[in-house]
């Protein structure tokens, strides 16, 4: 069998499961880049040398090799490409396509009234629902967004995005995180729409509760002084450290000594990857539930604890709970990281995806019973912080 991956470009959250694809197709698998990886990222560490890689291709480098290796395989991944022409001719010839896509609508589902957009997304996909072509869902509003454009219909898998796992036992864990206060991590851009200043306002809170605590802001961008100013004129200096731009080695370290990790995007974050690595970190996450992995990695109270996104209040409650319940604090962390263990790791992912690709090639469609690969229900986006929470 001879699968083809196109992507824009190659990082540090797909390299794993390719590896394990490639270890099972060996060279009947590559990994097609289209695009040089932008500047931002390559800052926070994501650039991978692809050189290194026996599977990766660069598109532009030998363009005609690539246009047929996509025409010419028994399945082609494509995904993270605007452009829909690498994937053209291989549609209109009726071929397997796996699109492994994010949400369409992350600004907004209102922009599914534009004429010009509908057209669109009719050529680019609901015009293909009689084909093999079938939607690997990278978060839980995207069934939701494809629903409204009638597209997929009985062929949208979850998915996602999985980083590379990291084994440890229960007794590692609870020693890394034996701290003389409790450590609560934020790591990303500031920028808007990852919200780092609802991090600073919860430790305002915190401190003047009067509880002991050390936040880590790891990150870096155009935020950067007037968060910075913020923590000054709250007086937070001594309780919170900003850290600047860190590599995803050094994010993790910092993640295994956390306790509590704050995840406080909105809706355009279409996936969010440092989620599974801080669950993999056994952290007691407090997560706002317009995240796109949000749905599908995190069981209200059971692994992680949700708020409604823009609750800085609420956000701050289960925050403050976490850090007055230590025994709470295990308990979702120790089951956070058993989740991305049995479930949302490269190894389970790479098992099912070759399971599935091996089916489609005989004409059978199976969706798994659980996590990666099972069915992506639609569940409205109005609806999903009480679907969350029930």
């Known amino acids: 069998m001879k699968v083809t991956f196109v992507?824009?470009?190659?990082?540090?959250?797909?390299?794993?499961?390719?590896d394990i694809l490639y270890r099972k197709w060996g060279d009947n698998y590559r990994f097609i880049q289209t695009q040089p990886m932008d500047e931002e990222r390559v800052r926070l560490g994501w650039n991978a040398d692809s050189s290194q890689l026996p599977y990766v291709m660069q598109y532009e480098e030998v363009p005609e090799v690539c246009r047929k290796l996509i025409l010419e395989s028994d399945i082609v991944i494509f995904g993270g490409v605007d452009d829909e022409s690498y994937i053209k001719e291989r549609l209109e010839q009726g071929g397997i396509v796996l699109r492994y896509m994010e949400r369409l609508y992350k600004e907004?589902?209102?922009?599914?009234?534009?004429?010009?957009?509908?057209?669109?997304?009719?050529k680019d996909h609901t015009r293909h629902n009689n084909a093999p072509v079938y939607l690997l869902c990278a978060g839980g509003y995207v069934a939701d967004d494809f629903n409204i454009i009638k597209a997929y219909k009985g062929k949208r898998f979850k998915w996602g995005y999985f980083p590379a796992f990291?084994?440890?036992?229960?007794?590692?864990?609870?020693?890394?995180k034996e701290n003389d206060c409790i450590r609560i991590l934020w790591a990303g851009r500031f920028i808007d729409w990852k919200h780092p200043e609802d991090a600073l306002k919860v430790a305002g809170h915190l401190k003047e509760k009067g509880i002991e605590f050390q936040l880590t802001m790891a990150g870096g961008g155009e935020m950067e002084t007037q968060l910075k100013a913020y923590a000054k004129e709250h007086k937070l200096e001594d309780c919170v450290e900003f850290a600047g731009f860190c590599k995803p080695e050094r994010i993790r370290e910092m993640m295994k000594r956390s306790k509590i990790y704050l995840f406080t995007s909105d809706y355009k974050e279409g996936w969010g990857a440092v989620l599974n690595e801080a669950m993999n970190s056994g952290c007691a996450v407090v997560a706002s539930h317009a995240i796109g992995a949000v749905p599908f990695l995190l069981c209200h109270n059971q692994n992680g604890l949700i708020y409604q996104s823009g609750n800085v209040a609420e956000l701050t409650e289960l925050t403050e709970k976490l850090c007055k319940d230590s025994q709470l604090c295990d308990r979702l962390g120790?089951?956070?990281?058993?989740?991305?263990?049995?479930?949302?790791?490269?190894?389970?992912?790479?098992?099912?995806?070759?399971?599935?690709?091996?089916?489609?090639?005989?004409?059978?469609?199976?969706?798994?019973?659980?996590?990666?690969?099972?069915?992506?229900?639609?569940?409205?986006q109005r609806q999903m912080y009480k679907y969350l929470h029930s």
Not at 336 to 358: D, H, R, S, T
């Open 166 to 176: 990291e084994e440890s036992s229960e007794v590692d864990r609870a020693a890394w």
């Open 334 to 380: 120790q089951a956070a990281y058993e989740m991305i263990a049995e479930q949302w790791n490269p190894e389970y992912a790479g098992k099912v995806l070759i399971e599935l690709c091996e089916g489609l090639i005989k004409g059978e469609v199976k969706f798994q019973d659980k996590g990666p690969l099972s069915e992506a229900k639609v569940i409205k």
């Open 108 to 122: 907004g589902q209102w922009k599914a009234v534009s004429p010009r957009g509908l057209i669109k997304k009719y």
């Open 7 to 18: 992507s824009n470009y190659i990082n540090h959250h797909q390299i794993p499961l390719s």
